[in-house]
């Protein structure tokens, strides 16, 4: 891990706040940086629970999305919700964020990742917060990896 250094400078703006970051080239802790901090301007989704209610899901709790037939499930640590919206698009809102298409049909939440193991016959399986556990298609375990360590 190289060394960061922070420096504070009084901006002339009262509201706004600006973050230069200066890395060689491809940095991938650079990379991973700024991603953390960058605002995310609609940080929620709408999903159904099992009771028919609409609900307002925050993505931070956000575990993992999985596509069973037409219906997308918005898994968090308390709860299951399923929304009609296609996983291109649930992927296109947490671009940016610290998300990761696992497979075809699932996304998850890098940060509710509490293991990962890469197995001597190339496959990647991943325990989540929950005791939940998932399995990598091996077409996306590069860029998985890349994403775990920071090195893209």
């Known amino acids: 891990m190289k ?11 009262p509201d706004e706040i600006e973050v230069i ?3 060689s080239d ?14 995310t301007p609609d940080a929620t989704l709408t999903g159904i629970d099992d009771a028919g209610n609409i609900c307002v899901i ?11 037939g037409k219906k997308a499930n918005i898994i968090t640590e308390d709860d299951r919700y ?13 671009l940016n964020l610290r998300f990761v298409r696992i497979s075809r049909y699932e996304i998850v939440n890098l940060d509710k990742i509490k293991k990962y193991d ?5 496959t990647l399986r991943l325990e989540l ?3 939940m556990e998932t399995w990598a298609s091996r077409r996306n375990i590069s860029a998985i990896r890349k994403k775990l360590t920071g090195k893209e």
């Open 3 to 13: 060394k960061v250094r922070v420096v504070f400078e009084q901006a002339s703006l």
């Open 21 to 23: 970051i200066r890395a």
């Open 26 to 39: 491809n940095d991938g802790q650079a990379r991973a940086i700024a991603e953390r901090i960058a605002p």
């Open 58 to 68: 925050n993505i931070k709790d956000v575990v993992s999305v999985s596509m069973l």
């Open 82 to 94: 399923t929304v009609r919206t296609p996983l291109q698009e649930i992927e296109n809102k947490l």
């Open 118 to 122: 890469f197995t001597l016959a190339g």
């Open 129 to 131: 917060v929950g005791g």
